[in-house]
């Protein structure tokens, strides 16, 4: 019985010190899993769109398939550019590209560099005040609102397939 107790100890021992060093900063890989999480749903999104479909719009007064596909690639390039401390690296991507290859491409080089600035990131850094639109804010609460934009519209992606009998990537069997 003590040898079973021993064992159990030394069992949630391990256990609990490869979770410590698995979330040294959990604050941090929140925001990478869900960056993740939508990234791939968006490059999904704008694979599965057709050309054609790129201009398309549900309401003459709204974005256009393709350019909510570039108000996303422009957002995420701003956004993690401010968390970065740094200056976009690209922009003016809505009002300049059409094409389902150009748009693609842009929406994929802006996951890329959001993904580069949320690798060098930690929660003490995170913390760090940067300048937003909105206000002085935190490093990470910053990538946190570009997780929170990118699915505002992804959900009018979403709402432009079903209206199109398309069924979004985030539905599809195998989900996000």
Do not use: W
């Given at each position: ?52 479909m ?54 994929a ?23 937003f ?44």
């Open positions: 019985m003590k040898l079973i107790h021993t064992l159990s100890v030394c069992a949630a021992l391990v256990a609990t010190t490869s979770l410590a060093s698995a979330q040294s900063d959990p604050a941090t890989a929140a925001v990478k899993t869900q960056f993740g999480m939508i990234s791939g749903v968006m490059a999904k999104t704008a694979e599965k769109i057709p050309e054609a790129y201009s398309f719009k549900a309401t003459p007064e709204v974005r256009s398939m393709g350019q909510l596909i570039g108000h996303i690639a422009d957002s995420q390039f701003s956004m993690c550019a401010a968390a970065a401390g740094e200056k976009a690296p690209q922009g003016g991507i809505e009002k300049s590209m059409t094409s389902k290859a150009d748009l693609s491409k842009a929406l080089d802006s996951s890329a560099y959001c993904n580069t600035v949320i690798a060098g990131m930690t929660d003490a850094k995170g913390m760090e005040i940067v300048k639109f909105t206000g002085p804010t935190p490093r990470l609460f910053v990538l946190s609102f570009n997780v929170s934009h990118s699915y505002e519209h992804y959900g009018n992606l979403v709402t432009y397939m079903r209206l199109n009998k398309m069924v979004p990537p985030s539905s599809e069997r195998s989900g996000m």
